[in-house]
Structures are given as structure tokens and as C-alpha cells.
């Protein structure tokens, strides 16, 4: 099939489509903005927008990693308290805390006057709230230490979990601060600030804390916060290198409990932490100085969450639980 020739007026015909329309280009780049437009725009507020929805948050719970191998340097100076290793996956049970805007600028507030007023060169308070491209960051309660499973452990450790918890009967609640401390982690390789909780109603904390202990204690794990308690012979029996748990019926001795411990004290929320250490005498100068800053904050817990390497699975709390024999508050 032969080519088929195009005329130069044609040609000519192209070239001035072109240039007309560079020249309205650059026409509308040199005119002021319109006052219509820039109205509608000012208008605008990141106020306006709906708040994104929890899940969302849980899809990028962790950092990618950027290396295979334990590094320091990659985690502002961070130890890792138990050391990688292929094949076992990091777990925790918490509850997740996204601050307020107004709740976000009095702890920063806060941890900005701490380092002008007490802390010094290294030691230094770091800010949990926010990441190093100063993104908002979840602060959270712990229920659990940090855990490792087997791969095969995973989803039963999830429905071990939600196998307490619907025992435990807890409804979405209120927990409200109630002061400051200055604890170490369990290494003592940090030193955090924390925020102090005030016991909740129905005591729904320590029975939260109590679901998760168990489900420690039935995959031979260690316990956060409470005494040591004897197992029963049920979670001797099937809790030293469990791989598959299976509940069973109300029945069960794990079923029957009808108590849990008080460790009020030792719930708290992290929002910085530091290297250094402090003496026993300025942790309870900041204590009496600075815990009015924030004695206004509460948070609402609506979940719990289990974070099992990348993967996080949120449990909510039942509005409408009936008690029908769940466990007796101390």
C-alpha cells in the first residue's frame, strides 16, 4: 500500500493549531489567578476531611525492613531485646491510642519543656509521637511482653486470644491518666516516660490483661505484669510448645476463672524515651512538677489489637455483652 502524501498546507495547518495553543498557555500562566478559584480553594481545610478509618492504620503498622541482619543504627541507637530469627514471628497484644491534635500538642509541649528543664546533651527525651518525616504515630498500652512465635503458632495464638476475650465479657470503656513516672524497659537498655492510668470501670484493664496472660500461659509464654501463678494442669499439659490450640467448652479449668490480679500501677503509656537514666530523686521531681500537664487526658478503648510480625488483628470490644459467667472482678 503506498504512502500516502500530505500537502504542506496541512502541514502548515499543524503548526499553527500548535502555536495557538502555546501562546493561550502561556497567556493564562501570565493572568492573575481567578478570584472564584482561589476563593473555592481557601475554602478548603484538611478539617473538612473524614478521618480514616482504623483499619487503615493497621495496614502499615510496621516499617519495612531495610535490613536483614540486627542494626542499631537503623532504630536511633534501639537495642532489640530478642534477636531476630527466620522462622519466628514478634508478637504483642496492646490497644492502640491515636492522640488527639490538642492532646498530640500537650505532650509535645511537655516533652519540649522536660528537655529544656531537665534533660541534657544524650540524654535527651525522644518523641514517640511522631516518626523522623513527622508523621503522626499510635501511642498504645501493652497487655502482653513482646512474644515469639512459630509460624504454625500464629493463627492459634489469634483465636486463643479471642477465646479469652469473649470470656472476659469487657465492654468498650474509658481510661483516663492519672500521672507521670519514669520507668526502664525490661533490658534496661531504655528509659521511657510514661503516662500513669487510673484504675477503669468493672476493672475492664486487669480482665483485658488477664485474657492475654492466658493465652501466653496455654503457648508456654511468659506473663506481663502479674505474680506467678501455678498453671493448671490443663495449660501444663498442652502448653509447652503448643501448635495447635483448640478452646474447648465452658467446661474447661481455663474457663473457670473467677478472678484476675490488680496491676493497676503498672499499666502506662509510653510517649518518649531516652538512654540515659534518671536517680530516684528527679523521676519524682518530674512526677510532683509535671503530672498537671496531663491529668485531662483519657483515651476510649473500642480493641484490643495482636500484632503478629506485619499482621495486625483487631478484636473489638462487644457493646452488648451479656455476662453469663465470665470473670469476677477484684
Known amino acids: 500500500m503506498p504512502l500516502v502524501n500530505y500537502s504542506d498546507s496541512e502541514d502548515s495547518e499543524h503548526e499553527e493549531t500548535r502555536r495557538n495553543e502555546v501562546e493561550e498557555i502561556q497567556a493564562i ?12 480553594c481557601s475554602g478548603n481545610s484538611t478539617n473538612d476531611l473524614p478521618p480514616l478509618p482504623d483499619a487503615f492504620h493497621d495496614l502499615y503498622a510496621s516499617n519495612s525492613r531495610v535490613s536483614t541482619q540486627d542494626d542499631p543504627t537503623l532504630h536511633g541507637g534501639r537495642q ?12 504483642h497484644i496492646y490497644i492502640e491510642w491515636y492522640p488527639t491534635t490538642a492532646e498530640s500538642s500537650k505532650l509535645a509541649t511537655l516533652i519540649d519543656k522536660l528537655n529544656d528543664e531537665v534533660f541534657d546533651g544524650d540524654a535527651k527525651l525522644q518523641s514517640l509521637l511522631q516518626s523522623e518525616l513527622g508523621a503522626e504515630l499510635p501511642l498504645h498500652i501493652s497487655l502482653s511482653r513482646s512474644l515469639m512465635l512459630l509460624t504454625d503458632e500464629r493463627q492459634p495464638f489469634v483465636d486463643t486470644f479471642k477465646h479469652f476475650l469473649d470470656k472476659s465479657t469487657v465492654r468498650p470503656f474509658e481510661v483516663h491518666v492519672s500521672g507521670l513516672q519514669w520507668v526502664a524497659n525490661y533490658e534496661k537498655t531504655r528509659c521511657f516516660l510514661v503516662l500513669q492510668l487510673a484504675r477503669t470501670a468493672e476493672n475492664a484493664l486487669n480482665t483485658l490483661l488477664w485474657a492475654s496472660n492466658e493465652t501466653a500461659k496455654a503457648f508456654g509464654k511468659p506473663t506481663i505484669y502479674v505474680k506467678p501463678e501455678i498453671e493448671s494442669a490443663e495449660v501444663r499439659q498442652r502448653g509447652r510448645g503448643i501448635r495447635g490450640f483448640r478452646p474447648r467448652g465452658r467446661s474447661s479449668a481455663m474457663s473457670r476463672v473467677t478472678g484476675v490480679q490488680d496491676c493497676t500501677a503498672s499499666f502506662h503509656v509510653s510517649v518518649a524515651w531516652s538512654h540515659g537514666s534518671l536517680s530516684d530523686d528527679v523521676g519524682a521531681g518530674i512526677r510532683s512538677k509535671y503530672s498537671a500537664d496531663i491529668e485531662e487526658l483519657s483515651l476510649s478503648v473500642k480493641a484490643v489489637k495482636v500484632k503478629i510480625g506485619n499482621a495486625v488483628t483487631s478484636l473489638p470490644l462487644s457493646a452488648n455483652v451479656i455476662d453469663t459467667g465470665g470473670i469476677i472482678g477484684v
Open 80 to 91: 532489640r531485646g530478642t534477636p531476630h530469627v527466620d522462622g519466628q514471628w514478634p508478637s
Open 29 to 40: 500562566g501570565k493572568s492573575p489567578p481567578r478570584k472564584d478559584l482561589k476563593r473555592k
